[in-house]
């Protein structure tokens, strides 16, 4: 079974703080996502990556960064956080694109910032 | 208007009762996804369909081209079936990006 882990299940950080959230894959998969769920919004792209250094954004970039320079991690940087970005982050990875395929998630990260 | 609706929002129901769950979605398609997240966050995918019919167990998943439709039935349920059930959408063949469903929180009592 392809396994996605998150680092953190919880964090609490302050305002202005550098946050990174980090995600590994096990199973060599080519694409990697980083979304954020919250009520009523539902999960929304914030960045993914096809390959190794490469990203792309998805629909809420504002605030964040990503980082691939191993094809089985996939970080998402908050450049210095603020309380809007309160919320639950998944992060998730497909094996190919050209032809769909599910998608793996791992159990998110519950991120508060004071 | 989202692009991909669900119904119910919240859905409540008694051990052994059939469920079905809605999805609507008003763009063309490659595929239609279903998850399934428990409380505590992790997200599985259920089903991933373009077209007919698929069964795992005591979930079905049916899909309806022309009609824009999908609909998640769940058989003889039980409270470990309670959970958000999410349907998504591929948009682009093979482009990966999923286009999602707000959700329906289905609770099964016992």
């Known amino acids: 079974d392809v396994k996605v882990t998150q680092s953190s299940r919880y964090l609490v950080k302050r305002t202005g703080e550098k946050v990174f959230l980090e995600c590994v894959q096990d199973m060599d998969h080519e694409n990697m996502f980083w979304y954020r769920q919250d009520p009523g919004l539902g999960l929304r792209l914030i960045y993914f990556s096809y390959d190794v250094k490469m990203k792309e954004k998805g629909d809420i970039p504002e605030g964040y960064s990503v980082s691939r320079e191993k094809k089985e991690r996939f970080s998402l940087i908050l450049e210095s956080a603020s309380t809007n970005q309160t919320s639950m982050y998944l992060c998730?990875?497909?094996?190919?694109?050209?032809?769909?395929?599910?998608?793996?998630f791992g159990d998110g990260t519950r991120l508060s910032i004071l | 208007k989202n692009e991909v609706e669900q119904s119910p929002q919240n859905l409540t129901a008694q051990e052994g009762e059939f469920i079905t769950i809605n999805c609507s979605y008003s763009?063309?398609?490659?595929?239609l996804h279903w998850l399934q997240q428990h409380p505590g966050g992790g997200i599985v995918s259920l089903f991933m369909?373009?077209?007919g019919k698929k069964k795992h167990g005591r979930l079905i998943a049916t899909i309806n081209i022309q009609e824009k439709h999908s609909s998640l039935h769940i058989t003889a349920s039980h409270p470990r079936d309670s959970a958000v059930y999410i349907c998504a959408a591929s948009i682009i063949q093979g482009a990966q990006k999923l286009v999602f469903g707000q959700g329906t929180r289905l609770t099964i009592n016992p």
């Open positions: 369909l373009s077209s």
């Open positions: 763009v063309g398609i490659s595929a």
């Open positions: 998730a990875s497909s094996l190919t694109s050209g032809r769909n395929q599910p998608q793996h």
